[in-house]
């Protein structure tokens, strides 16, 4: 079988083994069973991505926001963590080809009547995770109009204090939103509100691997094998498997 290279130029490595980063907080695409199993879509999506390239995947946890410096420091050899490509983190790592899409969306009561407009969430509390592309919008588009964006570590700590009336509303991926909170009891009298939101310059055009600059052996790998799991109908099999109707696949 053929090896993942650690970096450009970079020896065979010696038990074909691609090390993924990733935050284990985020349900559907990343979680743990309670018996404290690695579970969820892009858990699976990394697998397949393994067996396409002849590898064998491991995992290495950090949080979120240490996601590109523990990649950076070699900590492992690439991001799979739902992590939105986008101008800004170019200039600080690279990418492989987009894998899926998943729109951004406002969580909050049902019939609180807020919308996703600055105009609506003016005085406000929305919770966002800390280093998302979420985070990067409200912050540009919301807070300096009077909206109070609450950053946070855990997406569940979110959704904790939205249920406990400390937060108003969150900015989240729609699957992740969809499974992870509003479609548990304590996401009851709680729903998606308004269109999803649009700035691609923020919110990137997709979801890919993130891959330390100057990989160029290990991402044309990758790419080889992200090809091969969207041809086969991988990705969209695993849609249907984690959020039903949400065909996230692309092109």
């Given at each position: 079988?053929l090896?993942?290279l650690?970096s ?11 090390r ?21 879509f ?15 995947c491991k995992?290495?946890?950090t ?5 590109i ?8 050899d ?5 992590m ?6 170019r ?7 987009i ?11 049902a ?8 105009e ?8 966002v ?11 540009a ?15 569940d ?26 479609s ?11 269109d ?17 600059k ?24 695993l ?13």
């Amino acid at each position: 079988m053929l090896s993942c290279l650690a970096s450009a130029g970079a020896a065979l490595a010696a038990d074909n083994t691609l090390r993924f980063g990733l935050e284990a907080l985020y349900p559907p695409f990343e979680y743990k069973s309670p018996a404290g199993q690695l579970e969820g879509f892009d858990i699976d999506l990394g697998n397949a991505v393994c067996v396409a390239a002849q590898l064998e995947c491991k995992w290495v946890e950090t949080s979120f926001d240490g996601l590109i410096p523990a990649l950076q420091a070699r900590k492992f050899d690439a991001i799979n963590s739902a992590m939105n490509v986008t101008e800004k983190r170019r200039q600080s790592i690279d990418f492989t080809d987009i894998v899926y899409h998943v729109p951004s969306k406002l969580i909050a009561k049902a019939d609180s009547g807020l919308l996703p407009t600055a105009e609506s969430l003016r005085g406000k509390r929305v919770g966002v995770l800390q280093a998302s592309v979420q985070e990067n919008y409200a912050k540009a588009h919301w807070a300096p109009k009077g909206v109070d964006v609450v950053s946070y570590q855990d997406q569940d700590q979110i959704y904790l204090d939205m249920t406990s009336g400390r937060l108003d509303a969150t900015l989240v991926m729609s699957a992740a939103g969809q499974t992870g909170f509003l479609s548990r009891p304590d996401g009851k009298g709680f729903a998606f509100v308004g269109d999803a939101v649009d700035d691609e310059s923020i919110l990137g055009a997709g979801i890919a691997f993130g891959l330390r600059k100057g990989d160029d052996a290990l991402k044309q790998k990758l790419n080889t094998a992200i090809a091969k799991v969207k041809a086969d109908g991988t990705v969209t099999t695993l849609s249907k498997k984690y959020f039903g109707d949400i065909d996230m696949s692309v092109k």
